[in-house]
Structure formats: structure tokens, C-alpha cells
């Protein structure tokens, strides 16, 4: 073989239209991929290490739960909506009550609005620890996912004492809560806020001045608040950048209007600011916890509710703050027994569009370490 | 502390500070493993978990009074009671009862409209078995309820 019929073969100028072009490349992340937090497939456009676009492709968890609702009565329906956001199942729960009370226009009685609002704020908590354990797992630091799960068994065991269920709830009923609080119940509140507190600032030890977090999460996935805005963007991400948004101010439900606590919002929008958000929020979901357990009023738990729930034709949207973002239920009655469409507006699934935009430009680590700052939980962006 | 970086180095502060974090978890009361099977984990009274029929614990007859009011509260259909009127003592009494454990997923509805407290969720949890079929209960099953499993060293 000549050196002359070698340059023929290699012709490296006539470019081959079967071959992609090779400075960019496709690359398929997930569903099977530990930091999509669940089966979440991303497909990234890469230039190299840079992405240069991203698709989310969603639905491997679809379980149809909203037609499912088409098929039940009102009362069936509430174990289901547990299953939506699995870490944070009370709020679902409070939400999905809250909105049938609507659309029957009773009020829940006050003993069971401060019930409420300190089961929803512990879930709160304990969701927020499983956002930092699996987020700094995946950025790299190991020791906060064990300190976050263990201090989370402390929320868990409050639960389950008090409706029976550590994970999927089932803790309140159209008309108020079903379960009073047990024995002991005011105290368990008080010990574990006194004992969470301390635990929140080693989380903080390990990571608010730690190089490596602060160098991985600095100025990563910023969302200035016009975007945040724009995309429908809700909770801790759009808090981080700015804008001081929260249901529980803006449209107080429940008995949040009679607790004092702050709204923590952020200045740069970036990963960073989001952690230093959450954390906050952890506190004053302590703070709000403490008062909710001290005021707590004497009296029934549970409106009057007709045993079988036929609210008159109608539809109403509510709306509350989720550990995620504003989650919302839309029902339309048409005066029978079972709901004539239920649709649900999740904080993830709604979060979850700002991916693109935030990783646009940034390196495939990064996108890790977006997904896990967005809070999504597959089971809500399906549903 | 503001140290000389070299001396911090020298003296391994910062390893020192790393192994207090360390060993202050050591001691037996900061353990938080549990060593299931040996060790059996505490369930509260509220839990809910393997169903049980109650019997009237004199007489050892049922509870169910056949009303149906647990088969039309569960989201998932999973119970099926069927009954039949005693001529001689005029009250219905259970034929067939069966309840599907593989489909359940512990809501507590049922036992929330249970009128006689027949139908109890216990705290019972440990209900794998090697067949779906088996997961059927029928009245027997859920009146014995769950035979505790012995583990042994």
C-alpha cells in the first residue's frame, strides 16, 4: 500500500452526511440515572463537556391518578393524592381537602387549622431533608443524606403516631382531621423542634462555607426573577431569586394568619442561594411549629360534613404553598358523588421547565446539581 | 481558632476537628441501626396494617354484621362480604368474606366505617408471602389474623 491510495481512503475533506457532526453529541441521562431523582429522562445536547440544550422527556410514572379521581367519590380519592408527592404527603392531603371544603364551603374548625398546619409544616421539614441529603449526594458530599434521613425518622415517628402512616399519610379528612392528637403528641412537637434546631446548623457546618459545595453551587443554574415569572416558576426556586412570593402571606389559608414568621428570599437566583433558602425555611417551619403547638385551641376537629359528599355544580381552584411550590387543585362538580374532572397543578412538574433554561451553557456535572436544586419528585410531575 | 496554616497542617487540626465529629457519634446511644429481625421495631397503636376481623371474645361468634358499609368505602373494591339472614335469630350472618391484600393499600377507610368494630387494621406488618393467590383472605385468615414468625439466633 502506496502512502498516495491512503490519503484517498482517509478523504477528511468531503464530509460524510451518515456521520453525525462530530463536535456535537446526544446523549440520552436517565430514566435509569440515580441523580434524575426518579425516572427522568433528560436529553442533552452536548458541545463537549457544554450543553447546548436540553429536553426533558416525563411520563414514566404516569399512573393516570387524575381519571383515577373520575372514578371515585371525594372521600376515595384522598389516600390517592399521598401518592403524587411521596415525601411531602400532607401537604398533597391538605391541599385536596382544603379544595373539596371550597367547593362544599365549610371551614374547618380551628383546633383542626393548627393540627393542620403543624402536620404540614413537620412535612415541610422532613421534605426539605430529603431534598438536601439527595442533593448534596449527588453533588458529592455523602455525610449530610445519612445526618438528613436520620433526623427526618424523628418527623416520620410523629407521623406515624398520629395517623398511623409514616409515608402515605392519609392524615386529614374533608371537613378537618379524623385523628386527635395523641398523648403526648404537643410535647413530641416541642422535643423535636428543640432537638432540630441544633441539628440544622451541623447541616450548615458541613456545608454553607464548604469549598467544594459553595464552588459547585455558586453562580450554577441562575434564574433571574423575569424568567422565574415567565415560566410559572413557584416556592423556594423562585424565592431564591428575588421575589417574595409565598401562599402562605399572599393568600393565607388555613390559620397562617395567625403566625408570625418570615419569608427567607434570595438575591443572585443561582443553587446556592436556593440551599441557603431552604435552610431557612426549615427554620421558620420551626418557628411556626412552636406556635402552632403553644396556641393550639380546645374543640372539635371536624365539621360538619355530610356522610355522603355531593357538593353542588361548580368548579374552584385552591391553591397552597407545598414544600415545592404552589400546588393547586382544580374540581369540577356536577352534584353527584364522584368528581366530574380533578386536574392538578404541581410544583414540580411546573418547576421542572425551567431545566433548560438553566443549564444552558453550563458543564454535565452541572445539570446534576440543577436537577437536584429544581426539588422535583417524579410521582408529581407524572402523576 | 486562628492558626498559622502551616502549623494547622503540622498539628493535623483539622483531622483532629474531623475525628471529634466522628467520635462523637460512637457511643451506644447515638445508634441509630435497628438489627431487625433481632430486634423488633416499636409500632404505634395507630398504625395500620395487616387487617384483622374481630370475634366477640366471649362467645367467639363475629362481629360483622353484615352492613357492607367497608366494601363501599374502599377507593380500591378490594373487599367483597356477602350474607344471609338467620331465620331463627333474625340477624344476617357472614357466608363468604374476602379481602384482597394485594390491592390494599392500608387508607384505613374501611375501618373508619366499620359500625361494630369488626374490621380492625392491626398492627401487624410483616405479610409477604410467595403467591398472590394467598393474599386473598377469606374470613378464616382474617379472623385468625397473622401468626407471629419466631427468629431464633
Not at chain 1, 136 to 149: H, K, N, Q, R, S
Not at chain 2, 51 to 75: F, H, K, M, Q, Y
Request: proline share 6%; glycine share 6%.
Amino acid at each position: 500500500m502506496t502512502d498516495s491510495t491512503r490519503t484517498d481512503y482517509l478523504d477528511l475533506d468531503t464530509k460524510d452526511e451518515t456521520f453525525l457532526d462530530a463536535t456535537e453529541l446526544v446523549l440520552n441521562m436517565g430514566p435509569q440515572h440515580p441523580s434524575t431523582h426518579g425516572v427522568l429522562r433528560v436529553i442533552l445536547k452536548l458541545d463537549g463537556e457544554k450543553v447546548l440544550g436540553t429536553e426533558c422527556v416525563i411520563g414514566y410514572l404516569h399512573r393516570g391518578v387524575e381519571k383515577i379521581a373520575e372514578n371515585r367519590t371525594y372521600a376515595m380519592f384522598n389516600p390517592y393524592v399521598d401518592r403524587m408527592d411521596y415525601v411531602a404527603a400532607v401537604s398533597n392531603g391538605l391541599g385536596y381537602c382544603e379544595a373539596v371544603e371550597k367547593l362544599l364551603s365549610v371551614e374547618a374548625p380551628p383546633r383542626a387549622q393548627y393540627l393542620r398546619v403543624i402536620l404540614t409544616e413537620l412535612c415541610r421539614i422532613a421534605s426539605h431533608q430529603v431534598w438536601l441529603g439527595t442533593h448534596a449526594l449527588d453533588i458529592g458530599a455523602i455525610t449530610p443524606l445519612f445526618y438528613c434521613f436520620r433526623d427526618r425518622e424523628e418527623v416520620l415517628k410523629i407521623f406515624e403516631k398520629y395517623c398511623g402512616a409514616r409515608l402515605t399519610t392519609h392524615a386529614f379528612r374533608i371537613g378537618g382531621c379524623i385523628y386527635e392528637a395523641y398523648e403526648g403528641f404537643e410535647q413530641d412537637c416541642k422535643k423535636f423542634c428543640d432537638a432540630f434546631l441544633p441539628k440544622l446548623d451541623e447541616y450548615e457546618e458541613l456545608l454553607t462555607t464548604n469549598r467544594i459545595w459553595v464552588e459547585r453551587t455558586k453562580g450554577v443554574g441562575i434564574l433571574n426573577p423575569e424568567d422565574c415569572i415567565a415560566l410559572g416558576v413557584t416556592g423556594p426556586v423562585l424565592r431564591a431569586s428575588g421575589v417574595k412570593w409565598d401562599l402562605r402571606k399572599a393568600q393565607p389559608y388555613e390559620s397562617y394568619k395567625d403566625f408570625d414568621f418570615e419569608i427567607p428570599t434570595g438575591l443572585h437566583g443561582d443553587t446556592y442561594d436556593r440551599y441557603l433558602v431552604r435552610i431557612e425555611e426549615m427554620r421558620q417551619a420551626v418557628r411556626i411549629i412552636r406556635q402552632a403547638v403553644d396556641g393550639l385551641p380546645q374543640g372539635p376537629i371536624m365539621a360538619k360534613v355530610p356522610k355522603v359528599i355531593k357538593p353542588p355544580v361548580g368548579e374552584v381552584y385552591h391553591s397552597i404553598e407545598a414544600p415545592k411550590g404552589e400546588l393547586g387543585y382544580f374540581i369540577v362538580s356536577d352534584a353527584s358523588t364522584q368528581p366530574y374532572r380533578i386536574r392538578v397543578r404541581p410544583p414540580s412538574f411546573v418547576n421542572l421547565q425551567a431545566l433548560d433554561k438553566m443549564v444552558r451553557g453550563l458543564l454535565v456535572a452541572d445539570v446534576v446539581a440543577v436537577i437536584g436544586t429544581l426539588d422535583i419528585v417524579l410521582g408529581e410531575v407524572d402523576r | 481558632m486562628k492558626l498559622n496554616p502551616l502549623l494547622r497542617k503540622i498539628f493535623l487540626v483539622d483531622l483532629v476537628k474531623g475525628l471529634k465529629v466522628t467520635f462523637h457519634y460512637q457511643p451506644p446511644s447515638e445508634a441509630i441501626t435497628e438489627q431487625y429481625p433481632l430486634e423488633r421495631p416499636v409500632i404505634f397503636e395507630r398504625f395500620r396494617g395487616q387487617p384483622r376481623l374481630n370475634v366477640n371474645p366471649d362467645t367467639g361468634e363475629s362481629l360483622c354484621i353484615v352492613c357492607n358499609l367497608c366494601a363501599l368505602a374502599c377507593p380500591e373494591q378490594l373487599i367483597v362480604v356477602k350474607g344471609e339472614r338467620n331465620p331463627a335469630t333474625k340477624r344476617k350472618e357472614v357466608v363468604s368474606w374476602t379481602y384482597d391484600l394485594s390491592r390494599c393499600m392500608f387508607c384505613g377507610l374501611c375501618e373508619e366505617a366499620c359500625s361494630t368494630d369488626a374490621l380492625e387494621l392491626t398492627q401487624d406488618y410483616e405479610m409477604a408471602l410467595y403467591t398472590r393467590e394467598g393474599m386473598v383472605l377469606d374470613q378464616a385468615a382474617l379472623e385468625r389474623g397473622q401468626e407471629p414468625e419466631k427468629y431464633a439466633k
